[in-house]
């Protein structure tokens, strides 16, 4: 089969369409012909040599797929070969096949296409778990995601928005108006407008944040916590380390929470899977949430779907397709 290799760290021009070699399903896991996967900023970390694939996970970049079940491994229920899917992976996404645990394997929603729900996995799987299974948020609470037009931050509107929580993000100004359609109350440009003064304006402080920035943004997202907040930071696009005032933390008895999802075991990840299947995939069969694809681009092009999401020119996710 064919795969995007690394051939060493640094820009995009070191991915590379190459031959590699076939896979077969082990115990408990399903052998998935891909039609397409899509591109996720970890992705581009693991290019730059920044985030290394967990042991025995594939070396190939790619955290998400979608295809048709090629062959299943012992001990697998419930698949066949045939079955249209969608995946959470580790890694391997850039290929043309991919093995994964069958736990991390969810059908195609009703109404998306094979190639869209490539772009769901990854997505909702890290939306779920951190603002829903740690951040507790709760119809009427207020959200602030950072980066709303994002394949994070659309799929964090989309979904706080439909469980009935005040949505706020921060997001070029040019992106608004895809924000404000998918469910945000306001838009926040973050060039020049200061979050904390807007949501202490609106709410006083919000419930739950959704951050992607790390360090940068640490101290302002405390600020802008309410009383009880719960802050939940799942990237460093703004580095990794950061000074935390205990004090504020203490007085809102408010809470600070780092996660990630790769590297969590095959349970756990087969656990929000089913959380996911459950309370996310009805509501895109019945239209109330839907993919954010910004373009497609062919699966041997990886190279340039970097280039545009490390540029910034997209909006929701970037799809590789076959």
Request: with cysteine; hydrophobic share 45%; glycine share 12%.
């Amino acid at each position: 089969m064919h795969a995007i290799t690394i051939t060493e760290p640094g820009g995009p021009e070191v991915l590379r369409w190459a031959e590699v070699p076939d896979l077969e399903p082990g115990d408990g896991e399903v052998l998935i012909d891909v039609a397409a996967s899509a591109v996720n900023r970890a992705d581009l970390l693991q290019r730059q040599g920044m985030y290394p694939p967990p042991k025995g996970a594939s070396e190939y970049p790619g955290l998400e797929c979608s295809g048709r079940i090629a062959a299943v491994g012992p001990g697998v229920e419930g698949w066949n070969v045939g079955d249209e899917v969608c995946a959470l992976l580790a890694g391997g996404g850039y290929a043309e096949q991919v093995v994964v645990p069958a736990g991390q394997v969810l059908p195609v929603p009703d109404g998306v296409t094979l190639a869209e729900a490539a772009s769901l996995p990854e997505v909702y799987c890290t939306v779920w778990s951190n603002v829903f299974a740690v951040g507790r948020l709760a119809p009427g609470d207020s959200f602030l995601v950072h980066g709303g037009a994002g394949g994070i931050g659309t799929a964090a509107i989309q979904l706080a928005a439909a469980y009935g929580a005040r949505v706020f993000t921060t997001a070029s100004a040019a992106k608004h108006t895809i924000c404000l359609a998918l469910g945000a109350e306001r838009a926040i440009d973050y060039r020049t407008e200061d979050f904390v003064e807007v949501v202490k304006e609106a709410v006083g402080g919000v419930d739950v944040i959704l951050d992607n920035m790390g360090a940068k943004y640490l101290p302002r997202n405390v600020d802008a916590l309410a009383t009880g907040g719960r802050l939940v930071v799942i990237g460093m696009q703004g580095g990794a380390k950061g000074e935390l005032n205990l004090g504020a933390l203490l007085q809102k008895r408010a809470s600070v929470t780092a996660t990630s999802l790769r590297a969590r075991p095959v349970s756990e990840k087969a656990e929000i899977v089913e959380d996911v299947k459950t309370h996310v995939w009805p509501l895109l069969g019945f239209g109330k949430i839907r993919p954010i694809v910004d373009r497609a681009i062919a699966l041997q092009d990886a190279a340039e779907a970097h280039r545009i999401l490390e540029a910034g020119e997209a909006t929701g996710k970037v799809l590789l397709v076959r």
